[in-house]
């Protein structure tokens, strides 16, 4: 754990920081552990009701995002327990059938868009077996500071109540359910949104 990022957590009260935990971009050989931690939580998901990642998502998803540049880990020592993909197109994220620059223009002049670059949070999770211990709250913590600089948006399944309660707990304004999103054709998406503040507290993460 870089020196930074482990004094940001001790400030932020997390005791457990002193356990090998690390945030990092995923590497080619990642794929195999962040892709079975990604179908647990699809399965666990899919038992729950939301079957949104099942349906969307592919086995090539991970790879997709590794290749891409876009994932980052949440790991305990050698083993991944979590990821997020960071995406910087809005167009080709949330509106990857027309990449319409108008609806886009749209939905950054909802969020008081200013000229910052723009980030979408896509698929953040963590492993069922390490949920509800303040390891999803650690990890967004962390990606605050790597990506200090930056607005964020959340693009979350319209009935995946916990999701959105969680990102509302992290200070992310609500955009509520967004009907121009082409992400999914058969459900809308909550959109949440965190907008970058100049005088932020936190110190950018050396990886």
């Not at 997020?84 to 939905?107: A, M, T």
């Not at 359910?177 to 503040?197: M, N, S, T, V």
Request: with cysteine.
């Amino acid at each position: 754990m870089s020196p930074p990022l482990f004094h940001l957590l001790c400030l932020l009260g997390y005791h457990y920081a002193m356990v090998d935990y690390r945030i990092r971009k995923a590497n080619p050989e990642d794929e195999p552990k962040a892709s079975r931690v990604f179908d647990l939580v699809c399965s666990s998901l899919n038992r729950s009701g939301l079957d949104s990642w099942k349906r969307l998502y592919s086995e090539k998803t991970i790879k997709e995002d590794i290749d891409g540049g876009k994932l980052f880990l949440l790991l305990l020592g050698k083993s991944v327990i979590g990821s997020c993909s960071i995406d910087f197109n809005v167009e080709k994220s949330l509106f990857p059938v027309s990449q319409s620059f108008k609806k886009s223009g749209d939905l950054l002049e909802k969020i008081r868009y200013n000229g910052e670059t723009v980030i979408v949070l896509e698929r953040f999770h963590i492993h069922p077996e390490y949920q509800r211990k303040g390891l999803g709250k650690m990890f967004l913590t962390s990606l605050f500071a790597k990506f200090r600089e930056t607005t964020m948006i959340a693009s979350i399944e319209w009935d995946n109540e916990n999701a959105i309660a969680f990102f509302r707990k992290r200070g992310f304004m609500d955009l509520g359910e967004y009907g121009d999103l082409e992400i999914d054709p058969d459900k809308p998406r909550h959109l949440l949104y965190k907008a970058f503040k100049p005088e932020g507290l936190c110190r950018q993460a050396n990886w």
